[in-house]
């Protein structure tokens, strides 16, 4: 089996991704954390008084998701990838049913509503997110396709990497992306009552490149270098 430490000479530079004494993925970790905390204090104070069915289960779904998240980035910081992936595609199902079930009124129809029927509606309110769902849906199935990312061939020997540094920023990379599309719908649901919130964990309220989620990512792509992480951030609008 292929090490950690083997990935790391094989993928990564350490010079590269550790800055000033602080682990990149460290300071990504925390923050991911940091942000977690601070929408599951936040969320609660966001909730509908007296809410309609669709509403109420739009809203228990929303409070469940960054619990979620911080499970990704746990595996994430593990090196992992395979098993963070669904974990996040859940995550973005989650939100993309609680997008549509918000503004239903009917009890059967909240009760039948897909996730997979809600994307076309997450698109307007985060315009990447097919893109996004189109990536994490590649790996979260296993076939055939999936096996050149884990196999690896050199002098005529097979190993499979199961943990490495390049993993765990392409996994971070990713747990980023899904709360800034997470932060997005929240704001889209709750207008100017969420923008304390949003502000508190991305510095800003607006969708500019200054947000933190996408100053992270960028810094990520640009310290590693990694083809994956570029790919990754073009999926955050």
Request: hydrophobic content about 40%; charged content about 20%.
């Amino acid at each position: 089996m292929s090490s950690i430490d083997y990935a790391l000479k094989r993928y990564v530079r350490p010079e590269l991704y550790e800055d000033d004494g602080v682990g990149l993925g460290d300071e990504a970790s925390d923050f991911l954390r940091e942000s977690v905390d601070e929408l599951m204090r936040g969320l609660g104070g966001l909730h509908t008084k007296n809410p309609s069915f669709g509403v109420f289960g739009a809203e228990i779904t929303l409070y469940r998701i960054p619990h979620s998240l911080d499970a990704a980035r746990l595996l994430s910081n593990r090196g992992l990838l395979l098993e963070v992936l669904p974990i996040l595609r859940l995550c973005f199902e989650m939100m993309s049913w609680a997008n549509t079930a918000f503004y239903l009124q009917e009890e059967d129809a909240v009760v039948n509503l897909k996730a997979q029927s809600c994307i076309s509606l997450l698109k307007e309110v985060y315009p990447t997110a097919g893109k996004v769902y189109g990536y994490l849906s590649t790996f979260s199935h296993w076939g055939h396709a999936i096996h050149e990312q884990f196999i690896q061939v050199e002098s005529e020997q097979v190993s499979v990497l199961n943990a490495s540094v390049r993993y765990r920023a392409m996994s971070l990379g990713l747990c980023l992306t899904i709360l800034d599309i997470f932060l997005s719908v929240v704001r889209g649901l709750y207008k100017e009552r969420s923008e304390a919130l949003i502000s508190n964990v991305q510095g800003v309220v607006g969708s500019g490149s200054d947000r933190r989620a996408f100053a992270m990512l960028s810094r990520i792509e640009g310290i590693t270098g990694l083809k994956e992480l570029k790919e990754i951030r073009t999926l955050i609008s």
